[in-house]
């Protein structure tokens, strides 16, 4: 099945800073590429995606660039804040006929230090 | 409130018990899934339904079962609870059925076994 690998687990920056979230997968057939964000106590929830059709994907400060060949994708905030702090989870989905699975990976816990 | 309703929030209960939790997803959605989050595992996948079948498995134990209603609410079952199975457990809902539809997620239920 699909593996997700993300990196690094922990991330600390100063405020304004870049910060940047890499992603491996291992299934060639994964064709769309989510990224949620799980603040403190609270729901993950969608702050970007991107297809496999697509390079580069860009929302204000966020951005999300996919290598398909390499089989790797990444998350970049710009001009980080400190309410930028939170859990960030990549994931890739894949679909066989009519199964359809959507894989995580482990999550990085961004820092934005005022 | 994102629209996806699970119940309860916490759950404390003793090792070998069984316990349910409950998801109504979103208003329209069709799909329900079914994610374990722990710690140092991240988002693992359980199970998904959709339209009331199942659409794809995770790494969900022989111990648990999920199902869907006809009014598309759907609940997990956890047997024989072990203290590995603490744990907040997230259902997630979207319209479609494919992994690449966006994920709206509940609060959560927290498992705690004793």
């Known amino acids: 099945g699909e593996n997700v690998e993300q990196h690094p687990s922990t991330l600390s920056v100063q405020e304004g800073d870049s910060a940047v979230i890499k992603c491996t997968y291992s299934?060639?057939?994964?064709?769309?590429f989510p990224w949620y964000k799980q603040e403190l106590g609270k729901r993950p929830q969608l702050i970007i995606d991107?297809?496999?059709?697509?390079g580069e994907k860009k929302d204000q400060r966020i951005a999300v660039t996919l290598n398909k060949t390499a089989k790797h994708f990444s998350l970049h905030i710009t001009e980080t804040q400190p309410e930028d702090s939170a859990v960030y989870f990549c994931a890739a989905s894949t679909s066989r006929g009519s199964n359809y699975k959507l894989t995580f990976g482990k999550g990085t816990l961004l820092t934005v230090n005022p | 409130d994102s629209g996806v309703t699970q119940t309860p929030k916490h759950l404390i209960t003793a090792t070998g018990q069984r316990v349910t939790l409950r998801c109504s997803p979103r208003?329209?959605?069709?799909?329900v899934y079914w994610y374990q989050q722990s710690l140092d595992q991240g988002l693992q996948f359980l199970i998904q339904?959709?339209?009331?079948?199942?659409?794809a498995k995770g790494n969900i134990l022989e111990r648990f079962s999920a199902q869907q209603f006809p009014d598309l609410h759907s609940e997990l079952n956890l047997s024989s609870l072990e203290l590995g199975d603490s744990a907040l457990y997230f259902c997630?809902?979207?319209?479609?059925?494919?992994?690449?539809?966006?994920?709206?997620f509940g609060a959560g239920s927290r498992l705690t076994v004793l």
């Open positions: 991107i297809r496999s059709n697509v």
């Open positions: 299934d060639s057939a994964s064709n769309y």
């Open positions: 208003s329209g959605d069709l799909s």
């Open positions: 339904y959709y339209n009331g079948e199942e659409r």
């Open positions: 997630a809902s979207s319209a479609g059925q494919s992994g690449a539809n966006v994920l709206t």
